[in-house]
């Protein structure tokens, strides 16, 4: 029979049922431990949904992810205490309050993976980001199982590892305002620093063995891992992220606004820009970006431009640079246009400077006679 973790942790509190209130909720936690700490995981996932809004830059976010950063080392931190030492106690409203203590454990965890879900995989394809999300919620379903819990490797820690590299990661490229190998390798060094730190404070209390298996182990394969993605080109360019990204036979500024023009009928309103693009006689192709950035946020994208060939490979025409500003909630609005092309699959990618894809889209080129009585579908952004 499985047991909720403070009986698994080394704590010798008198876990005897309660009467009253207090203690039916107490023995519906003990029943029920494992679903609440999933539930309290999905409740910290689902409650950032709509705080993360306001904005990667948005002190209140900042504030809140460091707070809850805290919450989940100090929890790790006394729990690998009290493993090594079970005499130690809590003054006892602390001690009575530490015994449900997976509950806020999981709940920051919850909140966490749901902002860097949300802040890291805007500017990744739909797939991407149901990799992610399917692979979080994987790994604290693991790190209930008893088979793991016995191995003694803490993916917990792996998973506050991964937290720590992904707030220094936004907090960092909005400090220099812009991104690249420079604040990529410093987000790494901090983290680096912040397990350091784990260490130093734990090596009193556990073996080598231990720490390795419940600190070292986890902490940097997650390190690892992003590494590796990152040298493969495949981590986001958090904190950029691409708002819109279209084909279009005509865009037009007109003081604030921007005026998209596309073929087709209005009625058609799945098709938000031409994925079948008709060339006729003097047409130019325009494609139309609005990428977010922080405020006071500073570089440069690139417009990579590619055709299929006929042995199916993409090989690129064009790459046009595209400086952005950040702090505009719909995204700093621009655009290129191009007028050689030739009929057939072609493809264009929004990347950072080091090569990092923001978005892409894939659309074809047919060639058409004139047609005067063409009209377009307008769009205001």
Known sequence: MAHPPYETSGDTADLTPAH??????????????????????????????????????????????????????GILHFDVVRNARPELRFPAPIETAWKYRSLALHFCLG?????????????????????????????????????????????TTGLFVLCVFCFFSLLIPQAMGRVGAVPFGLSLAFTLLALGLFYYFLRVRLGPRDLNRRLLLPGLSVIA??????????????????KRLGVYHHVERQGEVFVLERDGEPWR?????????????????YVFAAIYSPARFEDSVFVRWSRRNLLGEWITSDRLPLTITGGREGGFRAFTTKQNYTPGQWRVALETSDGREISRLAFTITLAGADPDRVFVRERY
């Open 225 to 242: 891992c992003f590494l590796a993605s990152y040298l493969a080109g495949i981590i986001p360019p958090v904190p950029i992220a691409a």
């Open 111 to 155: 909140t966490l993976t749901n902002l860097y879900s949300i802040f890291f995989l805007m500017s990744a394809s739909a797939f991407s980001t149901g990799v992610f999300v399917v692979l979080l919620f994987g790994a604290i379903a693991v790190n209930e199982m008893a088979r793991v819990r016995r191995s003694g490797i803490d993916i």
């Open 20 to 73: 009253g209130i207090a203690g039916r909720a107490r023995g519906f936690y003990e029943r029920h431990w494992r679903a609440l700490d999933l539930s309290f995981f999905a409740g910290g996932f689902l409650f950032d949904v709509f705080a993360a809004r306001v904005g990667v830059d948005h002190a209140l976010i900042i504030v809140q992810q460091a707070v809850y950063l805290l919450v989940i080392g």
């Open 269 to 285: 309103f799945w098709e938000a820009w031409d994925q079948e693009f008709v060339a006729r006689p003097g047409d130019q192709i």
